[in-house]
């Protein structure tokens, strides 16, 4: 079993306003309910989905109301409104979660998942840097590790992305996680 160092992670986000793209997915939104718990100043639920973004609202709401979840509609691809959003609220601390997951769907799928997986990423990252984001993590996925599909590819390239990004001033991180028995992406 992993043991968090709890500590560690509340001074990373205690206090802070914390941005989770993809925050209405399996991964996504659990990040939201867990960064709640470390009492952040408010977080900011970026989401292309509507309808799951509503329900992740009402469930922040309800179980964290001392923790403002502010919901927004938007794209990683649409630079214009990561933009918006970033000026807007000014996090500190960004969870890239945003991706396209499912590996049937990637290979038949393919510039999508390109236009998603990385130029998403590198529109979010890029942004991150602009508006002053300490703390940049990005959810990868254990296909990146000798990618044998698309999926897989645009992940391992997003990571490789993130690391000729590194500015001195945004810190870069990327984390592979495996499939999830039950999850959406299993």
Known sequence: PVRLEEHQIRDSLEGKVVLVTGAAGSIGSELCRQIARFRPAGIVGFETAESPLFEVDREMRQAFPEVP??????????RARLDEVLRQYSPSVLYHAAAYKHVPLMETHVFEAIENNVFGTYNVAALAAKHGVEDFVMISSDKAVRPTNIMGATKRVAELLLLALQNGSTKYVAVRFGNVLGSNGS
């Open 69 to 78: 979840f502010h919901p927004e509609i938007g794209s990683v691809q649409n």
